[in-house]
């Protein structure tokens, strides 16, 4: 006999468990379980997706990853890399935070993976990975990411970074930050302004001198090839040393660097205080242009002096034991009438005026706030192993996810830089709920960010390109396609110049 009453929303609820009352200063609420619902609080995801798919990036990074299974119980290598992606972008810093990310039921099938891994398989596929292979793989896709942007005048800075250690990991060494802590470090080459990484290299914490991240740098310039050369190779005062400077002398490859107040360095200003050819520096600064050799270095090289008026009066002391001073200086001059100057002193092969010398190294805090970003906002901080192999790939990862977005990013808003603690919010963050009807897939995307019209406009727009670019597919390569998306997402940068790709050579 037929019910006369089919099954309807009250028995679903009750299949999904009992409820629980909650007395709340808005009333009585009952809440329920749904564990198997379609949903994802990464919301607005697909559209990065998409950007990733148009792009080719995620298909050839997985296609060309050295991690192969022999059992037949293993976890697909698509999904081991998915996974990662998906922690990445969420902001995970340790591989224990992948667990919050398993109960997605949306995006995984978007990125055409077959479920979450643990985090205990994302381990075990990194270890599996030689490290060479993983090495050359992963600085293909970062050179792929980033070179046709090569072809316009760029600056190279190079820095490394301190990643703090909490445990007993290979490598761990000397923290020049904070003694007594083990530390790694972190080598990176940034395209400057654009906040792209270009590689990273993790060594052990006592590695962390320019002569340790030099095999890198210049293995990095030959890849890239001569062509796509930085106009200017910028650094703090670990870069302004003999060894680096005269290869890149020998190159003629520009440079700009700090120099350490070391003691011929003080006597240079001590000389250069008493002289009235000062002229302006821009924000507050003067200086003046000059020469030096410094005890092993192998010839006279032009610097520009620095100095700055501090706003307040300071106490200066050399006393052993004296009262601490209330700014540290490293260097400083105290006039009769109690002014107090800081001073700085520049290295470099330009033959430029003193202010755009010392405009050029300001330009250069941009790169100090990259640091801070994808230390502090993304995973370079973390996703720690007792091995030093792992880390090295997973620092690679990172740095590659964070291209990524960083240039999602400039789609959505090409007039400024997002870092992941705004973006992240705005353009990921939203519950979306998975409904199906006719064969047709819909995704209703609720954001509780304060600027959701924006998001929704600027995500609309990129759909809109995205569409565009879909219609002429069939006509584009991969790497025509990409072309186009770098061309769209930094049409600042290049002052509306398309990048073109190289031609291909037919063979006859």
């Given at each position: 006999m037929p019910l006369a009453h089919p099954l309807g929303e009250q028995s679903e609820r009750e299949a999904a468990g009992p409820s629980v009352v909650l007395d709340t200063f808005a009333g009585r609420v009952h809440v329920e379980w749904e564990p198997a619902a379609p949903v994802t609080a990464l919301g607005q995801l697909p559209f990065f997706v998409e950007f990733l798919k148009q792009g080719g990036l995620f298909d050839n990074w997985v296609a060309a990853c050295p991690l192969h299974y022999t059992?037949?119980?293993?976890?697909?290598?698509?999904?081991?890399?998915?996974?990662m992606v998906l922690s990445i972008l969420a902001g995970h810093w340790r591989y224990a935070h992948i667990t919050a990310v398993r109960g997605d039921g949306v995006n995984p099938g978007l990125l055409g993976m077959e479920r979450v891994?643990?985090?205990?398989?994302?381990?075990?596929?990194?270890?599996?990975?030689?490290e060479t292979d993983a090495e050359v793989w992963l600085r293909r896709h970062l050179d792929e990411t980033t070179l046709p942007l090569l072809g316009v005048p760029w600056i190279l800075d190079v820095d490394t970074t301190v990643k703090p250690l909490f445990g007993h990991q290979e490598g761990a060494g000397y923290n020049p930050h904070k003694p007594g802590r083990p530390s790694h470090t972190l080598h990176t080459y940034w395209v400057a302004g654009l906040r792209?990484?270009?590689?990273?290299e993790l060594k052990a914490g006592n590695e962390?001198?320019?002569e340790h991240s030099a095999p890198a740098l210049w293995g990095l310039l030959d890849r890239l090839g001569r062509d796509r050369w930085p106009w200017l190779l910028r650094g703090d005062a670990d870069f302004g040393t003999e060894r680096i400077m005269s290869r890149a002398e020998q190159e003629g490859m520009p440079y700009l660097f700090k120099l350490r107040s070391t003691r011929n360095v003080k006597r240079l200003i001590e000389k250069a205080m008493g002289e009235a050819d000062w002229t302006a520096a821009g924000q507050g600064w003067q200086g003046k242009a000059s020469t030096l050799r410094l005890q092993g270095w192998s010839r006279h090289r032009r610097v520009v002096i620095l100095r700055r008026r501090l706003a307040r009066e300071v106490l200066v002391t050399d006393r052993p034991g004296g009262p601490a001073p209330q700014l540290v200086l490293s260097f400083a001059e105290v006039t009769e009438d109690r002014a107090v100057y800081e001073y700085a002193?520049?290295?470099?092969?330009?033959?430029?005026?003193?202010?755009?010398?010392?405009?050029?190294y300001r330009d250069r805090a941009d790169a100090e706030n990259g640091f801070d970003e994808i230390k502090n906002q993304w995973g370079w901080g973390g996703f720690t192993t007792h091995d030093l192999q792992r880390c090295r790939v997973m620092a690679r990862c990172v740095g590659l996810v964070y291209n990524w977005w960083s240039l999602f990013g400039r789609l959505a808003d090409p007039d400024r830089r997002m870092e992941a603690i705004?973006?992240?919010?705005?353009?990921?963050?939203?519950?979306a709920r998975r409904t199906r009807h006719a064969g047709q897939t819909t995704l209703i995307i609720t954001s509780a960010h304060g600027s959701a019209g924006k998001a929704q406009a600027a995500l609309t727009r990129i759909a809109a390109f995205f569409a565009e670019l879909r219609s002429t597919a069939e006509q584009l390569t991969t790497e025509q396609r990409w072309y186009r998306i770098l061309s769209q997402a930094l049409v600042r940068y290049l002052n509306g110049s398309p990048l073109r790709p190289p031609p291909r050579l037919v063979p006859t």
């Open positions: 059992s037949p119980n293993a976890p697909k290598k698509r999904d081991v890399l998915g996974t891994v643990s985090e205990d398989a994302v381990r075990r596929a990194l270890k599996k990975m030689p792209l990484v270009l590689d990273v962390h001198a320019s002193v520049l290295v470099t092969a330009l033959d430029l005026e003193v202010l755009s010398v010392a405009q050029l705004t973006s992240r919010p705005l353009l990921l963050h939203g519950v």
